[in-house]
């Protein structure tokens, strides 16, 4: 871990402002994933700005009826939230289902959006990644990873985003409300808000440097059956082979998005067109451009197979 | 003492304390943060310092050069020592891959420097400062390609055996199998990480450590550092999990006594979590071929076992085909082992080194041969048990009760419900049941103990046994009670210090039966001492009650003592008994799992083992024991594995967010039972060791359920999902 400079910032202004000034500084809350990358020197911030003491833990109505979930939220409390369990059961079955009770203690919903990707490589200074180091390769394509992305991947990139929150929030349509150093604020769609990997697998996110994530607002209840499904070799505290978020209605219809398969909450609108003709139809449309491996090519009927068990307890 | 005869009545069978359910006498220690592990010795009155490893991040090739100038301009910096500035050094006895010194890098992780600082953060920063330049060279790091070149090792590692002409009665036979398996490399994991404090004297040191063998590893560092054993001190009273992992000398305190020699200060060094899976050893990935014949009546008539491992050069097999040698009848059997050169970190003993992953192998053949016979396999385990050694009938195990282990379990787990493959649904669950035979030798090894009594009647223990979480401290007082007449309230038990006598240490099963004859055989010693002193005829002396008693004539013990106290040491020795009897500890593993129709997940659902291991000399510790392996075997069946890079030759996924052992959820339910048993063979003590049992045979029981589940016979650990989706029903 490099030495760091450190400060507590008291309001969104302040840390904005604290960002600004430097190129190299991070914003820390939980610090469940940052500090661990920290010590590997995979991060290396010069400044660490606390933004725990800044007034975002709170879970409000919006005015139409959805709910505005403060950016310092913790995962602990948001999957317990009466609110949430009762209208949005998806987003609270998806946060018990990630990491473990002293974690979710700690762990934001901003930082939850913000975790790094686990791929064992990245995870190792000593091996070439384009995420740690653009430009030097990945050493993932050859050689370990069965648990890494199928869709949506790059001749520079394998890796898979990590969270089991953010894909049941990208199937609930959520909204992450922004503010830029500059004052300037910005609503960005789930759908927006994770990138795929491209060339600049560096880059996993819209967010810019110093803008500060609010609040994660969500639209209101849409009901339905409301299934997150996390696959994973253990049956605890492991992060998911696949995992599938659904809302599906009494008519067939509903939406989807499926965790461990991509660079992010991997969800295609059209696809869900298919749901009335089974997982298979929908499966297909949503994997049509996978890429797996030899190792890791189980994860495409992993997923057809956890949707149809999805979409057969949602008719039961 | 040298035990050369069956035991006979000793003031053990009284079991007024051994056998008895009593909590660990280190327990309240350990709850209350108050048991000083290796990383946490601390004396106020010393200044230590912090050193943090640098690995090597190759494979294989040599180190050309190393920068250490940023580093030792970094904050709070206090020196550096890189492996080429200690230069070559002499190889412990018992290391396969050096630890420490030179250009030759043999694998990934090697240790290459130690920076040391004044904290642990600063330590930490300035060791990525380190640039490190290779030459790399072209390494073997795959074991199926390697499998062609591997060769017979070392015959010391007795790779062959046969009986009767395996090949003809093969052949001829009714029904046979043919079948490969493979076990993975797995890591020990065990949770406390390796860590040392080295802190010099002159030219003396005194080292903290984890150690599970004392002895070997003071002499190992002696070695290692070129300087005399008698000036090294080595303390590890307590140890956070081995699991063969401790069991030889590591780079750890190797390091800690160059830097704390450069700095001039007392220095702890830990091994960083994500470096442990490639710096230390680990379980090596073997590839097994079994072939068994039998007649239709279910009678084997011929068994083979083959087993290609890998590991560096100078290195061991691993002995997968032991069991395979002793747990069947059948007259016609082969065994051999192949040893195949890789540059993976070094292979080395893991919990049953052997036994584990061949009964992986082997019992999954025996279910796989069951089947194919139309025969229970529960039955057909009976039916081919053995009371001596098959490959050499004139000598009788010394008590084997495989059958009593698998009936009894049979019984109690309701194995009579088991229905055929893939026929029993619970909405999405997909259920089955499995077994598999447990089975570990019981190995003895000499161990020597100080039993000290004083002026308070306390009677005081000394060896260099360590207690890795077995539970050692419990069972040694115990039997130095049982001994000595007094409760273990008046029994303090003092391990893992160099200055005390060498003992078994903690391996291979072998250390709560050796070490506690070790104390039997001190306190023997003392109890002459006692009877000397007071003038009693030794024969007829009675210790109970905190008294010794001959005749009519009662001495309270802290009268006996007296001021000087008294002192009784000795070591025990084994005679032929393990030459003449095959001792051997037994057990059946029951299995119900559940697995997920959909996904393929398995899931267990309950455990049970019987074990037969001889007396048990505490029930509460050897439950945790067995339950402990069970857990170890859950991991190893369903997930353990460390992916190896074979481009670049390194286990990949070498933290425990990437290499999964079990977690609560994982383990719902287990149960074990003990055969009330002795072996007068074993010991005074009538026990064997019981601390590896639970792990033979276990991963096999899971994989035989996870087969009654879904009729797909998975031979490759772990039986992870993705092997099993291809085959499972429709669910579209």
């Known amino acids: 871990m490099r030495a760091f400079t450190y400060e507590r910032a008291s309001s969104v202004e302040a840390a904005a402002v604290a960002a600004a000034q430097n190129a190299d500084a991070k914003f820390i809350a939980g610090g ?32 139409d009826g959805g709910l505005r979930i403060g950016a310092l939220v913790r995962n602990t409390d948001l999957a317990a939230d009466v609110t949430v369990r009762r209208d949005y059961g998806l987003l609270s079955r998806a946060l018990v289902a990630g990491a473990s009770g002293q974690l979710r203690n700690k762990a934001t919903t901003a930082g939850n959006l913000l975790q790094r990707t686990r791929c064992p490589y990245f995870y190792d200074p000593n091996q070439p990644c384009n995420k740690r180091n653009p430009g030097s390769g990945c050493s993932a394509i050859g050689g370990v990873t069965r648990h890494l992305g199928v869709v949506g991947v790059s001749e520079a990139c394998l890796a898979t985003h990590p969270s089991d929150m953010a894909v049941a929030m990208r199937a609930l349509d959520a909204v992450v409300e922004t503010v830029k150093p500059n004052g300037e604020k910005r609503s960005i769609p789930m759908a927006d808000f994770h990138r795929l990997p491209g060339d600049t697998p560096h880059i996993e996110t819209a967010l810019e440097h110093g803008e500060f994530i609010t609040n994660v607002v969500l639209p209101s209840p849409i009901g339905g059956k409301q299934i997150y499904r996390k696959v994973r070799d253990r049956a605890s505290y492991a992060f998911a082979l696949v995992s599938v978020a659904a809302v599906i209605h009494s008519d067939g219809s509903g939406k989807v998005a499926v965790g461990g398969v991509a660079h992010k909450p991997w969800r295609i609108e059209a696809a869900e067109a298919e749901l ?13 451009d996978a890429r797996p491996t030899e190792e890791n090519k189980f994860k495409i009927s992993l997923t057809e197979r956890t949707l149809a068990a999805v979409l057969s307890e949602a008719k039961g | 003492m040298q035990f050369e005869n069956p035991a006979t009545t000793n003031p053990i069978d009284q079991l007024k304390v051994i056998g008895k359910p009593i909590h660990r006498i280190d327990g309240e220690l350990k709850t209350t943060g108050r048991a000083m592990y290796a990383y946490e010795w601390h004396d106020p009155n010393l200044r230590y310092a912090y050193g943090y490893p640098v690995g090597s991040a190759i494979a294989k090739g040599q180190v050309t050069s190393i920068d250490s100038a940023a580093a030792k301009k970094a904050p709070g910096i206090l020196g550096v020592v890189t492996t080429l500035d200690v230069g070559d050094l002499q190889k412990g006895k018992l290391n396969t891959a050096k630890l420490f010194g030179g250009s030759e890098i043999q694998h990934y992780h090697q240790a290459v420097a130690v920076v040391v600082a004044e904290t642990f953060e600063q330590a930490r920063a300035a060791a990525a400062l380190i640039m490190v330049d290779y030459a790399p060279e072209k390494g073997a790091f795959d074991l199926r390609v390697e499998m062609a070149n591997a060769k017979t090792p070392d015959p010391s590692s007795e790779p062959d055996s046969s009986a009767g002409d395996f090949h003809k009665a093969f052949s001829a036979a009714a029904v046979t199998l043919d079948a490969e398996y493979t076990t993975p490399d797995q890591s020990h994991a065990m949770m406390e990480p390796h860590a040392s404090i080295a802190a010099w004297n002159g030219d003396e040191v005194t080292v903290w450590t984890s150690s599970q063998m004392i002895d070997w590893w003071r002499s190992d560092f002696a070695i290692t550092l070129g300087m005399d054993k008698e000036k090294v001190h080595l303390m590890s009273p307590f140890i956070g999990g081995g699991f063969g992992g401790k069991l030889f000398l590591r780079a750890d305190p190797v390091l800690a006594a160059f830097a704390a020699k450069a700095v001039g200060r007392p220095v702890k060094v830990a091994l960083p979590r994500p470096m442990i899976s490639n710096n230390t050893t680990h379980r090596p990935a073997t590839i097994q071929r079994i072939r068994i014949g039998a007649e239709r009546d279910g009678k084997i008539t011929a068994i083979a076992h083959e087993s290609w491992s890998g590991d560096l050069p100078g290195g061991g097999p691993e002995t997968a085909v032991m069991q395979t040698r002793l747990l069947y009848a059948g007259e016609n059997r082969m065994t051999a082992m192949k040893l195949a050169t890789l540059d993976l970190p070094e292979g080395n003993a893991m919990r049953a080194p052997g036994e584990a992953p061949g ?74 049941m499995g077994v598999a035979a447990a089975f570990r030798n019981n190995l003895v090894m000499p161990s020597g103990a100080r039993v000290k009594l004083d002026q308070d009647g306390i009677v005081t223990v000394e060896t260099d046994m360590t207690d890795i979480g077995t539970g050692s401290y419990t069972i040694i007082a115990q039997t130095a009670a049982e001994m000595m007449g007094v409760g273990v309230d008046k029994v303090a038990v003092q391990l893992g210090d160099s200055r005390f006598p060498v003992s078994a240490g903690s391996g291979g099963q072998f250390g709560a039966n050796s070490a506690t004859s070790g104390v039997y055989a001190a306190c023997v010693k003392l109890r002459e001492a006692i ?141 074990v039972i003990f055969m009330d048993e002795i072996d007068p063979y074993s010991s005074p003590m009538k026990a064997k060791g019981v601390g590896e049992l639970g792990l033979c045979g276990v991963s096999a029981a899971i994989a ?18 993705d092997k099993l989706i291809g085959e499972l029903p429709n669910v579209a």
Not at chain 1, 276 to 284: E, F, Q, T, V
Not at chain 2, 372 to 399: A, C, W, Y
Not at chain 2, 712 to 721: G, K, Q, S
């Open chain 1, 32 to 63: 469940t994933n940052l500090l661990d990358l920290m010590k590997l020197e995979i991060e290396k911030p010069s400044h660490l700005i606390d933004v725990n003491g800044i007034d975002l833990d709170t879970i409000e109505r919006t005015q």
């Open chain 1, 276 to 288: 009335p003709n089974g997982a298979r139809a929908m499966a297909s449309a949503l994997l049509a």
């Open chain 2, 359 to 432: 009964l992986m192998a082997l019992e999954i053949a025996v279910d796989e041969m069951a089947e194919k016979l139309g025969m229970d396999p529960v039955e057909f385990r009976i039916k081919n048990d053995t009371q001596v050694d098959p490959e050499n009938p004139d000598r009788p195990f010394s008590h084997r009760d495989l059958i009593g282990c698998l009936r009894r379990g049979a019984e109690k787990f309701g194995w009579d419900q088991r229905t055929n493959p893939a026929t029993r649904r619970e909405g999405n669950w997909m259920i089955g």
């Open chain 2, 531 to 671: 009877a000397s002193k007071l003038g009693f005829n030794s024969a007829d002396v009675k210790f109970e009650n905190g008294e010794v008693k001959s005749g009519n004539r009662v001495v309270r013990l802290d009268e006996a003592a007296g001021e000087e106290g008294l002192v009784g040491e000795d070591t025990i020795e084994w005679g032929d008994l393990t030459k003449t009897h095959q001792q051997s500890t037994f057990g059946g593993h029951f299995v119900e799992v559940g697995v997920d129709v959909a996904t393929g997940e398995t899931r267990i659902r309950r455990m049970l083992a019987v074990c037969a291991a001889g007396r048990i000399l505490n029930p509460i510790t050897a439950r945790s024991q067995v339950i402990g392996a069970m857990t170890m075997g859950a991991g190893g069946a369903l997930f353990e594995e460390l992916a190896v890079d074979t481009r670049h030759g390194f286990f990949v996924n070498h933290d425990l967010a990437g290499y999964e052992v079990p977690v609560h959820a994982d383990i719902p339910h287990q149960e």
């Open chain 2, 704 to 721: 035989n359920a996870t087969y009654n589940a879904t009729g797909i016979r998975v031979r490759n650990y772990p039986i992870t999902l």
